[in-house]
Structure formats: structure tokens, C-alpha cells
């Protein structure tokens, strides 16, 4: 949110480009659409609750997917519940954004042989910009999501498609391992 | 090993002979319809041989002051697939009035067989009946409402046969990996 740390001088003036306060206002405000389909959607509602706090980089979920940013697939998304996701995607407006939580949405999960039921991955049926593995995520893990979605937002620019945007974030991403393997060597010194 | 087998058969729990016991009282009314008692240590049970009288059994098993086997605990559904047949398994308990349970068996014709609806006796049997069904493929006779209760209504096959092949595609969506 480097907008904010920007030192803002005693006129109350901002240089920026449009991009970038636009970008701002989109990822500082995610909505996403209230509906979970199986377990992970508790881990997702833990995340939104206090203890997560959702809220405090202004994501809150709405009950309408007409006024909804981002669609969060938590669960399980049976061959029935597949039309109706579609249905829901497009009502979203756009620019809309879908994260895909959790095994069973990614990929089928436990599901992928003998789950005759389920759609062995919901990107099957809709565009998805994120994936968050797990069987659920931890709330950390979908708040890690999140980010990236709002790096991706970050990415995007007028006359930008979301391609050249997924694009752009892929080049700029960093190998989490040695960020990981960093922080452990200063925990075990 | 058949000695085995009768010492093993006299010492039954207590549960089970309460079970033997009103499995004798069925026996003694419905004869040669229903089949040997079957002292199964977990939940022992007989099969209904003359498929077409299990509403009266049902009927009985029900009303009956000595049975009063006023709950279905379970239905569940079943593919032999070596004997060419489908079956239900239904628990019975008595609530309130006894303490005995039993498990009842029915089968039919696995190719177009069909086996009596006793939703009419026992109201829980309507919506199990339609799992049964769903997931099996069995008809049955007499039910107010036969439709899927879990998959689409226009779902290709029944999931649950051993032999159940999954379709390629719903409604344009690929459904196998």
C-alpha cells in the first residue's frame, strides 16, 4: 500500500499516476462473495472472524455476488453446484477475480478418482487467478492468497489485459523457499 | 468346525437372543417366507425370501404387540454382483417398547427387479427408498415419490452398482480426470 507510506506534503498534494491510485482503491477494498461449498469454507469464515481479521486490509464478504470483487471457491464443487458457479461468475461485474481454496477446487482433491460427483477442478468451468493448496488452507495460507491476488491487482494497469497482468506477476514473484529458509536460520541462531 | 459353530451359537449375547426371539415370532407367522435366523454377532438378521409379502412382514413387524418395531433405524442399499441381484438391509429397533433390534434383507432381480415400498409403514423408508434407488437402481413398488434424491435428475447410471461406469461428460463438463 505504497500510497499511504508516501509522504504526503502539507498541501494535501499527491503526484501518482491514475494507474496506481486506481490499483490502490481496488485492492485496498476486495470484496469478495459470501458462499462456501464444504469445509474449507470454515477456515475461510475463521479467517474473516476476529482472530484473522479479514477486515483490516478491507476484505469483507457480501452477500450479493453483483457487488462482489472476487469469488473465494471454498469446497468441494460438486457436478451440480458447477452450473450455479458459473451462474454466480457471471453475475459478478468486472474486473472480477476468482481464487480457488483448497484441494477438492484446485484439482478434485480427495476426490479426483472415485468422486463421480465432483468436477475434478473448478477451473474447469471458470478463469481462476489464484490457487491456495491445501486440505483446507490454514487461514494464513488463504490470507497469503489474497495477497497475491492483491499483487495481481497491484500488476494491472488501463489497456492491460489480465494475461499480460498474470504475466507480470509471474516474473516478479520470488522463490518462497529461501525467504523460508532465511527466516528458519534466524529462528534456530 | 460345526461343533465350533453351535458352541458358538450357544453362547449368544443377550442381544442377539432377544433378536432370536422376536425373529421366532416373525417366523411363526410368516413360515417358510422369511429365511433361517442369522445369529450375526453385530447386528443378526433374516432375509425376506418371498420378496412380495414383505409389506405384511412389514405390517407385522410394526404392529405386533410382542415386535413394536416402531423405528427404521437404516436403510441401505446393496449390489451382489456375483448372485445377478440387488438388495436393502433395514435396521429395526423398538423405541420406547423393547429392547431388541433386528436386520432385515431383501433382494431382487438386479436387471429390472423390483422389491415393495414400505414407506407406508415406516415414513423414514420414503426418503431412504429414494437414496436406495439413487445411488442402486432398484424399483420400488408403491412408492408415492421415486425420483434422485442426491444426484441431477438427469444423472446416467447408478453410482453406487460395482460395475458403475463413470459418464464422460454433464451437461458439456468433463466429469472423469
Same mark, same amino acid.
Given at each position: ?5 508516501? +509522504? &504526503? ?16 482503491? +481496488? ?6 462473495? /459470501? ?17 484473522? #481479521?479479514?477486515?483490516?486490509?478491507? &476484505? ?11 469469488? &473465494?471457491?471454498? /469446497? ?7 452450473? +450455479? ?7 459478478? =461485474?468486472? =474486473? ?24 475434478? /477442478? ?6 481462476? #487467478? ?8 490454514? =487461514?494464513?495460507?488463504? &490470507?497469503? /492468497? ?16 489480465? !494475461? #499480460? ?10 522463490? =518462497? !523457499?529461501?525467504?523460508?529458509? !532465511? ?7 | ?36 435366523? *442369522? ?24 404392529? *405386533? ?88 435428475? *438427469? ?23
Amino acid at each position: 500500500m505504497g500510497l499511504l507510506d508516501a +509522504r &504526503i506534503s502539507n498541501r494535501n498534494v499527491l503526484v501518482t499516476s491514475v494507474d496506481n491510485v486506481m490499483n490502490w482503491a +481496488r485492492l485496498s477494498s476486495l470484496w469478495p462473495m /459470501g458462499f462456501g461449498l464444504a469445509c474449507c469454507a470454515i477456515e475461510m469464515m475463521a479467517t474473516n472472524a476476529s482472530n484473522y #481479521d479479514l477486515e483490516r486490509f478491507g &476484505i469483507f464478504p457480501r452477500s450479493s455476488p453483483r457487488q462482489s470483487d472476487l469469488m &473465494i471457491v471454498a /469446497g468441494t464443487v460438486t457436478m451440480k453446484m458447477a452450473e +450455479r458457479v458459473i451462474t454466480l461468475y457471471e453475475q459478478m =461485474p468486472e =474486473p472480477r477475480y476468482v481464487l480457488s481454496m483448497g484441494s477438492c477446487s484446485n484439482c478434485g482433491g480427495p476426490y479426483w478418482n472415485h468422486g463421480y460427483h465432483v468436477l475434478k /477442478g473448478v477451473d474447469r468451468v471458470i478463469p481462476v #487467478d489464484v490457487y491456495v493448496p491445501g486440505c483446507p488452507p490454514r =487461514p494464513e495460507a488463504l &490470507i497469503g /492468497g489474497l495477497m497475491k491476488i492483491q499483487e495481481l491487482i497491484r500488476m494491472e494497469g488501463i489497456g492491460l489485459s489480465r !494475461q #499480460d497482468a498474470l504475466k507480470k506477476l509471474a516474473e516478479k514473484s520470488v522463490d =518462497p !523457499q529461501q525467504v523460508i529458509d !532465511q527466516a528458519r536460520k534466524v529462528a534456530t541462531a | 468346525m460345526d461343533k465350533a459353530m453351535e458352541e458358538a451359537g450357544n453362547i449368544m449375547s443377550a442381544m442377539v437372543q432377544e433378536s432370536k426371539a422376536a425373529y421366532d415370532i416373525i417366523r411363526e407367522r410368516f413360515g417358510e417366507a422369511v429365511s433361517e435366523f *442369522d445369529a450375526n454377532p453385530t447386528m443378526p438378521f433374516f432375509e425376506v425370501l418371498d420378496t412380495a409379502r414383505w409389506v405384511d412382514i412389514a405390517l407385522f413387524m410394526r404392529d *405386533d404387540a410382542r415386535l413394536k418395531f416402531n423405528c427404521m433405524a437404516c436403510l441401505s442399499g446393496v449390489d451382489y454382483l456375483e448372485e445377478g441381484k440387488l438388495g436393502i438391509v433395514c435396521n429395526f429397533e423398538s423405541i420406547g417398547q423393547y429392547t431388541h433390534r433386528i436386520a432385515v434383507k431383501v433382494k431382487c432381480q438386479r436387471d429390472g427387479g423390483s422389491i415393495p415400498s414400505v414407506s407406508c409403514v415406516w415414513h423414514t423408508a420414503n426418503w431412504h427408498e429414494r437414496e436406495a434407488y439413487d445411488m442402486y437402481g432398484m424399483v420400488f413398488d408403491g412408492h408415492p415419490d421415486l425420483r434422485r434424491i442426491l444426484c441431477p435428475e *438427469d444423472w446416467t447410471g447408478f453410482p453406487l452398482r460395482k460395475d458403475y461406469q463413470v459418464q464422460e461428460t454433464y451437461h458439456g463438463i468433463k466429469v472423469p480426470y
